[in-house]
Nanobody
Framework: QVQLVESGGGLVQAGGSLRLSCAASGSIFSISVMGWYHRAPGKQRELVATIARGGSTNYADSVKGRFTISRDNAKKMVYLQMNSLKPEDTGVYYC???????WGQGTQVTVSS
C-alpha cells in the first residue's frame, strides 16, 4: 500500500517562503520520479516540479527560479522549498508519482498580497 502524507503548508505574505514535506511509503518510491502538484482555487491540478531518483529536476515555468524540489531516498521523503511566493501560488499542494492513482490530503498554502 502506497501512502503519501504532505505537510508544511501555511499562511505567508507575498515574497515569503515555505518548505513542504512529503512522507512516502512503498518500495517503488526509490526508483520513481516524484512530483509536486498544485491545485489553485477553481483550477485543475498542475504538476509544478519533478525529481528523478538520481536528482534530475524539472520545473513549470511558473515556479522556475523560485521553487526547489529535493528528495531523500533513504528516508523516502520529498521536499519543496518555496521562495518568493506570490498570491497565485495559493492552493493545495500534493506530492505524487507521475501517473497518480491515489491522492493524499495535500497541504494548504495561502499567500496574501
Amino acid at each position: 500500500q502506497v501512502q503519501l502524507v504532505e505537510s508544511g503548508g501555511g499562511l505567508v505574505q507575498a515574497g515569503g517562503s515555505l518548505r513542504l514535506s512529503c512522507a512516502a511509503s512503498g518500495s517503488i518510491f526509490s526508483i520513481s520520479v516524484m512530483g509536486w502538484y498544485h491545485r489553485a482555487p477553481g483550477k485543475q491540478r498542475e504538476l509544478v516540479a519533478t525529481i528523478a531518483r538520481g536528482g534530475s529536476t524539472n520545473y513549470a515555468d511558473s515556479v522556475k527560479g523560485r521553487f526547489t524540489i529535493s528528495r531523500d531516498n533513504a528516508k523516502k521523503m520529498v521536499y519543496l522549498q518555496m521562495n518568493s511566493l506570490k498570491p497565485e501560488d495559493t492552493g493545495v499542494y500534493y506530492c505524487n508519482f507521475l501517473t497518480p492513482t491515489y491522492w493524499g490530503q495535500g497541504t494548504q498554502v495561502t499567500v496574501s498580497s
